[in-house]
């Protein structure tokens, strides 16, 4: 099967059907091991039992970051080869990277009250993070403000692109401004400074939530294929009084 | 499993909230399926069908 198969609605419905099984499977295992390992792995030296948090706060933070780096994909998709595709990936990838985003942020707002004292900081990563929900609730606004579909994924096309900035400002605004929040501590020059015993069940936890995105956005978008399906019918039956008369 | 200590109910407020989330999630993908499924159901059945002449609720 080829890239261009795939990118076809009704092949990809079908490929969607057969595979959303095995990965909800796969995701509820890795979910589970990851759980198992978290709930067991040792007090930190210094955060003791909250360094829990970590387990789940970390791959949503990841996953807020990367769901904007799927849209800009198919945002790319959108203007370039203007694949309807692109703009379903687009759309239904949204609500989901909001959702991530928005547990990243009270996630770390409760590990936050008892490390650092506080729930809320105006630090350059807490605010560019909330920046980042904000536009996710903006996409999600203009998806639902412009009716024609083809019209809305090009705008938005432009606003994901551009909201891209944000992403690499996210990622090093721990490096270039003096925060509370800590620096890269997993994907960082020179190894990961993380012992084994927290950074297999944060590794595991973060790829079963990107199992968990992927079987989410597939869903989603076998949905929006089947919305958009319905459309059309709805203005084929709204169409047949007039072509008769 | 270790004693979660003086912050019990932060850790256990966060996991908590992420699985609500989630199982938000499931249920939003879930429904709307069955939701967009049974549109498509009863446009046929009033005789709308595919310019293609395929079924649109028809996926595998």
Do not use: C
Request: charged share 15%; proline share 5%; net charge positive.
């Amino acid at each position: 099967m080829t890239l261009t198969d795939l990118a076809n609605p009704s092949r990809f419905l079908s490929l969607a059907t057969r595979i959303l099984p095995w990965l909800a499977a796969a995701t509820a295992l890795l979910l589970a091991i990851g759980l198992y390992l978290s709930a067991t792995a040792p007090d930190d030296y210094q955060q003791g039992a909250t360094v829990k948090i970590m387990f789940i706060h970390v791959p949503n933070a990841w996953l807020s970051m990367f769901v904007w780096g799927v849209m800009s994909v198919a945002a790319l998709g959108t203007l370039v080869w203007r694949h309807p595709l692109a703009d379903v990936a687009q759309k239904t990838a949204a609500p989901i990277g909001a959702a991530f985003t928005f547990l990243a942020l009270v996630t770390g707002s409760l590990w936050g009250r008892p490390m650092w004292g506080t729930y809320w900081q105006w630090d350059a990563r807490l605010t560019s993070v909330l920046i980042l929900f904000l536009m996710y609730l903006g996409l999600m606004a203009l998806w639902r403000a412009v009716d024609d579909p083809s019209r809305a994924a090009r705008a938005a096309a432009v606003l994901t692109l551009v909201g891209a900035i944000n992403i690499p400002i996210i990622k090093f605004s721990v490096d270039w401004w003096n925060t509370l929040h800590q620096p890269a501590s997993v994907f960082r020059m020179g190894g990961s400074t993380l012992d084994r015993a927290f950074l297999i069940p944060l590794l595991v936890m973060a790829v079963g939530f990107t199992l968990l995105f992927l079987t989410l956005h597939i869903a989603a978008m076998r949905n929006e294929i089947l919305r958009r399906r319905v459309r059309t019918l709805q203005m084929l039956q709204a169409s047949k009084p007039r072509a008769a008369a | 499993m270790t004693p979660l200590g003086p912050y019990a109910s932060f850790i256990v407020t966060s996991y908590a909230l992420v699985a609500a989330v989630i199982a938000v999630l499931i249920g939003w993908v879930m429904v709307d399926y069955r939701r967009q499924k049974a549109r498509l159901h009863d446009l046929e059945a009033s005789g709308v069908t595919r310019r293609s002449g395929r079924s649109a609720a028809k996926i595998s």
